[in-house]
């Protein structure tokens, strides 16, 4: 817009600055491969060109000069003149690119919430539930539900008449597991990625019907909203153990072309859920909305510690509890920071204490210290379980997620070590939800 404002012998002079540059940056890597009259004919034009800027020459002599000039250069300039738009693209990607790595080296660094293990502070993937077509969003405003809240639908109708079962493995100890099955996705139709896939059985002669969702999505919560009213995965584990007792349950041989291979021993059992459906019925109806993705400040650290309270992103690549067979388990992480060097960590449910008293540094903590809202307070397991302490070494961090009944954290696998500290989140940048904007 200002260089509207510039004049026109102005506009000129600062063009034929850039090409004096360019001459002379031609001059000394290619005057080797030039004949001395091809030399001497790119110096007289570099000189005529010099020689009208000192004198405050006009635009019209300049631009003459300048046409001259770049004659020359089109014979002799090589790989630096003419440039082809190829050259010209890849150059301006590749100086973009640096300009990104730099940035998020040192500076800032894009991060999405894996898991809800911070829930309800950030999110991971999560559902939203509809309990009948009617309550589905319109397919005109799916579009605007994608762009916005990274929604995607999933929905199972039922193929037969009858009552709908949850699938339940046994193995040969009697522990029970909701069965997934690790299946090959793509990711934006192009990456590779893996997936999970759920079924369900439908009708007095059951028939199975599946879902399918993103590895990281907790389906369970799902299932637990939608057949048996819990939100909670201990809750659904109340209620399917409630069933069992109550008889509400069929046995049936284990359909390797649905559940792959099993090991011998396994046992199928299917849970009534106590819905039935009619044969057509839209069984579950829910959207996967994408898990919150958040900018980190990588910077602040190297000027100031961590302090208690804040959120923490961290790489988990020289944590032995998070390795698998020996294997580092190279990720970023986001947790709360509850504790450093020196610091002594205790849980006397539900409150989390440090150093002896209650903790601060967050209003998070006081949340989770009665319970506010979806707070569930601070769960005394593992390494904190109930009359159990901790005292930090040097060089190392305790971190809690704040979903703890359903966080994997320090007091499962242990200290965070200070070289692979990362930065706090700093700003919510999607999804365009009510919790867009600073990080807490």
């Given at each position: 817009m200002f260089g509207l404002l510039i004049s026109e012998t102005r506009r000129a002079r600062k063009n034929a600055a850039n090409w004096l540059h360019l001459a002379h940056k031609v001059y000394h890597y290619r005057r080797d491969l030039m004949t001395e009259k091809d030399r001497n004919q790119l110096l007289s034009g570099i000189e005529e060109l010099r020689s009208l800027l000192k004198s405050k020459a006009d635009a019209t002599r300049l631009k003459f000069a300048i046409e001259g000039l770049q004659k020359t250069l089109g014979r002799h300039g090589g790989t630096f003149y003419p440039k082809s738009s190829l050259v010209e693209n890849v150059e301006f990607f590749l100086v973009a690119l640096i300009l990104f790595l730099g940035i998020r080296t040192y500076f800032i660094q894009p991060f999405k919430i894996p898991t809800n293990s911070m829930w309800p502070t950030y999110y991971g993937m999560t559902a939203e539930i509809f309990e009948n077509p009617a309550a589905e969003p319109s397919a005109l405003s799916r579009p605007f539900r994608f762009l916005l809240l990274g929604a995607t639908r999933r929905t199972i109708d039922a193929p037969v008449d009858g009552p709908v079962w949850l699938p339940l493995l046994?193995?040969?100890?009697?522990?029970?597991?909701?069965p997934q099955m690790r299946v090959p996705a793509r990711k934006w139709l192009?990456?590779?990625?893996?997936?999970?896939?759920?079924v369900f059985y439908v009708g007095d002669n059951p028939q199975p019907v599946s879902v399918t969702v993103p590895a990281e999505f907790e389906m369970t919560s799902v299932i637990g909203q939608a057949f048996f009213g819990v939100e909670r995965p201990h809750e659904l584990t109340l209620a399917i153990r409630e069933r069992r007792n109550q008889?509400?349950?069929?046995e049936m041989p284990i359909d390797p072309e649905v559940f792959g291979r099993v090991r011998p021993g396994w046992t199928l059992l299917l849970i009534d859920t106590g819905t039935a459906a009619t044969a057509g019925e839209r069984i579950l109806s829910f959207d996967v909305l994408t898990g919150d993705q958040l900018f980190v400040d990588r910077m602040s650290y190297h000027f100031t510690p961590p302090k208690v309270g804040h959120g923490f992103v961290f790489r988990t690549r020289n944590i032995p509890g998070l390795a698998v067979a020996n294997v580092p388990d190279d990720k970023y992480y986001i947790?709360?920071?509850?504790?450093?060097?020196g610091d002594e960590l205790e849980i006397r449910e539900p409150v989390l204490y440090r150093n002896g008293a209650p903790i601060e540094g967050s209003p998070i903590f006081e949340k989770m210290a009665t319970r506010e809202g979806r707070f569930t307070g601070y769960v005394a397991t593992d390494s904190l379980a109930p009359g159990r302490t901790v005292t930090l070494p040097e060089g190392s961090f305790y971190v809690?997620?704040?979903?703890?009944?359903?966080?994997?954290d320090s007091r499962r696998w242990g200290l965070v070590p200070e070289q692979d500290v990362v930065g706090r989140p700093l700003w919510i940048y999607y999804p365009f939800s009510k919790r867009w904007g600073p990080a807490r």
């Open positions: 046994l193995d040969p100890a009697g522990t029970p597991q909701i192009v990456f590779p990625s893996v997936a999970d896939h759920y008889n509400r349950v069929r947790k709360r920071l509850v504790g450093g060097p809690l997620g704040d979903n703890s009944p359903n966080s994997l």
